[in-house]
């Protein structure tokens, strides 16, 4: 083990090791009433990907959230963990969009606010900055969802080579800021920019990967 400069231990890796990809594929959630948590998560849009039943102790309903590469399973002797403990967060392009389709679903979520989860401001961030903007809602049982709105990506959460948008709704977001940026970006030029595919597939992608954006 190595020593750093705060004094937390980091672990020496054995000189060439392999990295094993580790995805996080299920989360899991504690209800009292499955049929209850099961009409909940569906109202949301969440898709239903399985309710098995064996015997008489054992329920697994399992539903992933759109564009989410994991899912969660509740049920019966599923988890020991107390119904309603549970604080999941979940990430969007667009908050003020997701706020709205919650309502709509019938849904009772939090005002959009800002700040933090501990600390809130009413109205999205003024800059419209990124990991800043939050909504929040309760299941049935009281496990909380904190919904966060992120749109550039801190630097290395996701490769370049491998940029993906979840969903045609993120594409299209992505590509509205690109193009807001890009007018900015003609107006310090004073001339259009015959360029601009171009000019937006460098900005989406620096974006997606949290480097420097293009000016």
């Not at 094993?20 to 504690?30: R, T, Y």
């Amino acid at each position: 083990m190595s020593q750093t400069a705060i004094g937390i231990q980091e672990p020496k890796y054995h000189t060439g090791a392999t990295r094993v990809d580790m995805k996080l594929e299920v989360a899991l959630i504690p209800v009292s009433d499955v049929d209850r948590a099961k009409e909940f998560y569906t109202r949301l849009g969440w898709r239903l990907d399985a309710d098995d039943v064996m015997g008489n102790d054992f329920r697994i309903v399992q539903l992933t959230p759109p564009g989410s590469g994991c899912s969660v399973s509740f049920g019966k002797g599923v988890t020991s963990a107390a119904p309603g403990s549970i604080r999941g967060a979940l990430i969007v392009s667009d908050i003020e969009a997701a706020h709205k389709e919650l309502v709509a679903r019938g849904i009772k979520p939090s005002e959009v606010f800002h700040g933090s989860p501990f600390s809130r401001i009413s109205g999205p961030d003024p800059e419209r900055q990124s990991y800043n903007s939050y909504v929040s809602f309760e299941d049935p049982d009281g496990n909380m969802w904190i919904v966060q709105e992120v749109t550039r990506r801190l630097p290395g959460r996701i490769d370049p080579a491998t940029m993906t948008f979840a969903s045609a709704n993120d594409l299209a977001s992505a590509m509205r800021r690109a193009a807001a940026a890009h007018g900015e970006h003609e107006k310090r030029n004073g001339q259009r920019d015959a360029n601009w595919p171009d000019w937006y597939a460098a900005y989406m992608a620096a974006e997606q990967a949290g480097t420097e954006l293009p000016k």
